[in-house]
């Protein structure tokens, strides 16, 4: 079994900062690498960065690319993701999400093991 757990969601202005992170346990060892998606209100949940647990290769996508960094550390099996000048639309609960391989690192379905998510609200 797998447990990931998020944190560090909040209220913030725009233009402001948060720190989100995912803390990791069970079968993750096998997991070659974490992805961070969000769902906001009424809309399906999207693709927001992802990171290998190896070489701690980077993906984003396109509307959050350049602000925003994931990163890991293996020895405490936790992930982070800064998120800096954030807008409005990055408003939505954020989610850590374990890849199950054999697919895009970009598609949920590719993700077996989701955490219960936390909320980030961006306020104009």
């Known amino acids: 079994q797998v447990q990931l757990v998020e944190s560090g969601g909040g209220l913030v202005q725009t233009g402001g900062s948060l720190r989100l992170s995912c803390a990791a346990s069970?079968?993750?060892?096998?997991?070659?690498?974490m992805g961070w998606f969000r769902q906001a209100p009424g809309k399906e949940r999207t693709f927001v960065a992802a990171?290998?647990?190896?070489?701690?290769?980077?993906y984003y996508g396109d509307s959050v690319r350049g602000r925003f960094t994931a990163s890991r550390d293996n020895a405490k099996d936790t992930l982070s993701l800064q998120m800096n000048s954030l807008k409005p639309e990055d408003t939505g609960v954020y989610y850590c999400?374990?890849?199950?391989?054999?697919?895009?690192?970009?598609?949920?379905?590719?993700?077996?093991?989701w955490g219960q998510g936390t909320q980030v609200t961006v306020s104009s």
């Open positions: 990171i290998n647990w190896s070489d701690g290769r980077t």
């Open positions: 069970g079968r993750t060892f096998t997991s070659t690498a």
């Open positions: 999400a374990a890849y199950k391989g054999g697919g895009s690192l970009y598609a949920r379905s590719a993700y077996d093991y």
